[in-house]
């Protein structure tokens, strides 16, 4: 039954396609660099999702990688696309709140958030950050767009020099492909995405505090922030003064 099974749900039709990245930068020529079954250690990764899978998240049925470039040259726009199909829908909304937990958190040394979008009307999920990726004096801009329809999980990640994609664009191109995906996958078809100024999502163990991701490199040496526990100051703090 649709949005319950084993069966394929993904193929290279599932996946961001060269006309549909037309709505993150019209102006480009867009080609698909790669298409890469299942993850690898050395792939190409979204902001934020860099290294080991993410704790909790559970095992995926399918995984596809797409990559793909805008015209320009080494300044013109890429995207990439990780689509994840789940056993059930309960399995990938569990997927979506560790993806959600993962972006929040943004533990990848040389990456922070710079701010939140909130996004409606694009699967049964969806969310959307700006990540800041700091490489010495270089910046890049990544407009991540996260969502869940049915048992699939996508994450479509845009980026380009120093100036972000507009999350809306990003959303929109998702939109096209969650049209594809949303029937075979068990989720909402229909509806046109909404975009909204928003907080990030929840990242860490404490909601409210600072979290890794918040903060900036803080030097020419990129490494991520450490944090201590949150607890009661101890009798000797004696922090700034200015508390």
């Not at 993962?102 to 909130?118: D, H, L």
């Not at 048992?151 to 191109?173: E, F, G, S």
């Not at 029937?183 to 229909?190: E, K, L, Q, V, Y």
């Not at 490494?223 to 922090?239: H, I, Y």
């Amino acid at each position: 039954a649709a949005g319950q099974g084993g069966g394929a749900l993904l193929d290279d039709g599932s996946m961001l396609s060269v006309g549909q990245a037309k709505s993150l930068a019209s102006d480009r020529k867009w080609k698909v660099v790669t298409t890469q079954r299942g993850a690898k250690p050395d792939g190409p990764t979204a902001a934020c999702f860099g290294g080991e899978p993410p704790e909790g998240r559970p095992t995926p049925q399918q995984e596809i990688v797409r990559v793909l470039a805008g015209s320009g040259g080494k300044s013109g726009p890429k995207a990439l696309h990780n689509a994840t199909a789940y056993g059930s829908p309960a399995e990938a909304s569990q997927a979506y709140v560790v993806a959600s937990k993962t972006v929040g958190t943004c533990a990848v040394a040389g990456f922070y958030i710079e701010s939140g979008r909130s996004i409606s009307k694009v699967g049964n999920q969806a969310l959307g950050v700006v990540v800041m990726e700091v490489d010495g004096k270089q910046e890049q801009a990544h407009s991540v767009v996260v969502n869940r329809t049915g048992r699939v999980l996508n994450v479509i990640d845009a980026v380009q020099p120093t100036r972000a994609i507009a999350i809306d664009a990003v959303a929109k191109a998702l939109e096209q492909v969650n049209r594809v995906q949303c029937g075979a996958a068990g989720g909402p078809c229909d509806g046109r995405a909404a975009v909204t100024n928003g907080p990030p999502p929840i990242g860490g163990d404490e909601p409210g505090f600072l979290t890794v991701g918040d903060l900036p490199p803080a030097g020419p040496k990129v490494e991520l922030w450490v944090a201590t526990q949150v607890e009661l100051p101890k009798d000797e703090f004696q922090g700034s003064q200015c508390e």
